[in-house]
């Protein structure tokens, strides 16, 4: 039998602009995501945008009711910033009302909401100005953290910063999945720089309010590195990326300082971001509560060709490496290794004081889920249900070894919207029924899965 710790979280996560939509009315200003779409609805999936998602904004209660009877006990999902503040400075009271009565009715039946602030979708507003190369957003940021807090920490006991910081990092400064959709490896440090202190200040206008008695915490996509042999220099660009994508985040967020293996490569490839001499204390005094770790894949690197010097772009530290043995998921190209999460729970363990976390987001995106469809309308995802079973098998190992892993949550609860794929790769417990008007309606892993959390594991 695989079991769990007693009041394990059993959830779902999901993002307020992947499932919200009214994305432009009730006060609410467009986002980064609407306006682009506004703008370039050619460079979206199927030309599908961010404004009406999952519907969740009139279904909530619907929502909240099939949760409780699958028996989650807990769902994150995000604010969104230009709801609660459409001008980054007054409340709107229908966002308030809308926030309130939503996360009401989880408390009420029994679904603890975990809120995160940040899932990649800036103000427009705020992206006119710079966005998070504007030092200035941090300080938005923190007012918006605060005002949430003040809002909602009656109902809200567990918060999060930022959904995956280095996705928009990667995306916006680093490619062109995101806004504004440029490539400049110091640019793209300067956000990571401003985005990770905007955490901390908001992590110091919680503490403020200290009589919320609740925690708060990150949630960061990890992944633990492999490198493809043990040479030198394959080992070097190992390390290299192990700080650039995991250390930089989880050294400064936990202990409260950036790695200085980190600082001296950016030093020496002069790509150093601007900063100010008081930041580091505000680091230093605001390290999280928990870490929520969003596990897809590992990162498997070899060393760089013909790397530049200075570096331009992190592929000049380490240059992705194909495994031929990996196992993969098709429709998104991700490989699935569930020893990966063992690896990432004994990190936490030895090299960041057991740090208590939880697996904030797990799962797999399929496309044309109606092939798997029974006569019921009931999708047979075994697949899904297999996923998740080699994962949950990893955790209960980690746990087993002394991890303080607390929780499981899948992405997602319904499917969703999408940055890249628009509705393409299906992930949820929950079908949504585009064509008929967001039916929503149980795939075969919400059976299992409820089973699992009944019985707190299962046998396998
Ligand atoms: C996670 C994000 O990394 O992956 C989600 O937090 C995202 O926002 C999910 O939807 C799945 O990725 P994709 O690109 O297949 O939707």
Not at 73 to 98: C, E, H, M
Not at 250 to 255: G, M, P
Not at 265 to 271: I, P
Not at 375 to 401: S, T
Request: proline content about 5%; aromatic content about 16%; some cysteine.
């Amino acid at each position: 039998m695989i079991s769990f710790p007693e009041n394990f979280l059993w959830g779902a996560a999901a993002s307020a602009p992947q499932t919200e939509g009214a994305a432009l009315i009730d006060g609410k200003s467009p986002s980064t995501w609407d306006k682009w779409f506004e703008l370039e609805p050619e460079l979206f999936y199927d030309g599908v945008g961010p404004e009406h998602t999952s519907n969740t904004y009139f279904n909530y209660q619907e929502d909240v009711r099939l949760m409780k009877e699958m028996g989650l006990n807990s769902y994150r999902t995000s604010i969104s910033w230009t709801r609660l503040l459409p001008d980054g400075k007054t409340v709107n009271p229908q966002a308030v009302t809308f926030y309130r009565h939503y996360f009401s009715e989880m408390v009420a039946n029994g679904v603890e909401p975990i809120m995160n602030l940040f899932h990649f979708d800036m103000p427009w507003w705020l992206m006119e100005q710079g966005g998070w190369e504007n030092r200035a957003s941090v300080d938005h940021f923190a007012y918006y953290a605060k005002v949430a807090f003040e809002q909602f920490g009656d109902l809200v006991k567990q918060w999060s910063t930022f959904n995956e910081p280095l996705v928009h990092i990667e995306c916006g400064y680093l490619g062109d999945a995101h806004y504004p959709k440029v490539y400049d490896f110091k640019r793209a440090l300067q956000v990571g720089y401003h985005t990770l202190l905007a955490h901390a200040k908001a992590v110091a206008e919680y503490r403020k309010l200290n009589h919320q008695d609740g925690k708060i915490g990150i949630i960061l996509n990890l992944s633990p590195v492999y490198s493809k042999s043990q040479s030198e220099a394959d080992e070097k660009a190992r390390v290299s990326a192990d700080l650039i994508y995991c250390r930089s985040f989880l050294d400064t967020v936990v202990k409260g300082e950036f790695p200085q293996e980190l600082i001296g490569l950016l030093a020496e490839n002069h790509l150093l971001p601007v900063t100010e001499s008081d930041d580091k204390g505000i680091f230093t005094a605001n390290t999280v509560d928990f870490v929520g770790v969003n596990y897809y894949q590992p990162l498997r690197v070899q060393a760089p060709g013909n790397p530049r010097v200075p570096a331009q772009s992190p592929g000049d530290f380490a240059r992705y490496y194909d495994w031929p043995e990996k196992v993969i998921n098709p429709y998104r190209g991700w490989e699935i290794f569930p020893e990966g999460l063992y690896a990432i729970a004994m990190r936490l363990k030895n090299d960041y004081g057991n740090i208590p976390w939880y697996v904030s987001e797990n799962g797999m995106g399929v496309s044309q889920e109606e092939r798997f469809m029974n006569e019921e309308g009931v999708i047979q995802d075994e697949y899904r249900i297999d996923f998740v079973r080699n994962h949950l098998v990893e955790l209960e190992r980690a746990i087993a070894a002394g991890s303080s892993c607390y929780g499981y949550h899948m992405w997602t609860f319904l499917d969703c919207w999408s940055w890249l794929n628009a509705y393409k790769n299906r992930y949820g417990y929950y079908r949504v029924g585009l064509e008929k008007n967001y039916q929503r309606s149980p795939k075969l892993s919400s059976f299992w899965m409820a089973g699992v959390i009944q019985q707190n594991g299962f046998e396998n």
